[in-house]
């Protein structure tokens, strides 16, 4: 079922975060794209994760989110791959006060860099027809205990390897998220191009 072959992430990816106003307040967004046409959509890893198109009601797929200096890991339930993607303070101290995320997954390219309107016709554009994929979380989804301990791969869940610290995961507490390193093999994690 986790054949690495289903896994479409030779490609080379783009990704955008940004913070908007919602009917439930603020959120805080990430798009995932392909980022040439040569490069492979993203609706098989975002159906195999659990994501739904926008005429589904929004799904909570167990999406794992860990945060480091400057850009952040968006672990994909049942896929067993994250996405790495750049991220900015104002984004990652929003997601680090526990505030909601919504992640976008997008089967059509979209070049890196790409400014906010191309961003809006894009997410317009795709919304009817369902080329985009979505789901939401919070920084304190979890988590095993020996993950948050860095004694397993906070990505694929296996112990043994080359584990190397990747940033913190977060755990709920009654004082707000509590901060853990963890660690993750190499290979798990899938690097991305630089934003805009
Ligand atoms: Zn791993």
Do not use: N
Not at 26 to 39: F, G, N
């Amino acid at each position: 079922m986790l054949a690495t072959a289903e896994r479409p992430l030779r490609g080379e990816l783009s990704a955008w975060t940004w913070i908007d106003s919602t009917p439930d307040g603020l959120v805080s967004l990430v798009l995932i794209t392909p980022a040439s046409e040569s490069d492979p959509g993203l609706g098989p890893l975002a159906e195999l994760a659990g994501l739904l198109p926008p005429s589904a009601p929004l799904p909570s797929p167990g999406l794992r989110l860990v945060l480091h200096t400057d850009h952040a890991m968006v672990i994909l339930p049942r896929a067993e791959t994250a996405l790495r993607i750049p991220t900015d303070e104002g984004w990652a101290d929003f997601v680090r006060r526990g505030g909601t995320v919504v992640v976008i997954l997008g089967e059509q390219s979209l070049e890196a860099g790409a400014g906010r309107e191309a961003l809006e016709r894009y997410l317009i554009a795709a919304m009817l027809p369902g080329r985009i994929w979505l789901g939401k979380t919070t920084i304190a989804a979890d988590h095993t205990p020996a993950q948050v301990r860095g004694e397993k791969c906070i990505v694929c869940g296996q112990p043994g390897g080359t584990l190397t610290p990747v940033g913190y995961a977060y755990t709920p507490t009654s004082g707000g998220p509590l901060g853990w390193p963890v660690a993750a093999h190499a290979t798990c994690p899938t690097a991305l191009e630089e934003e805009s």
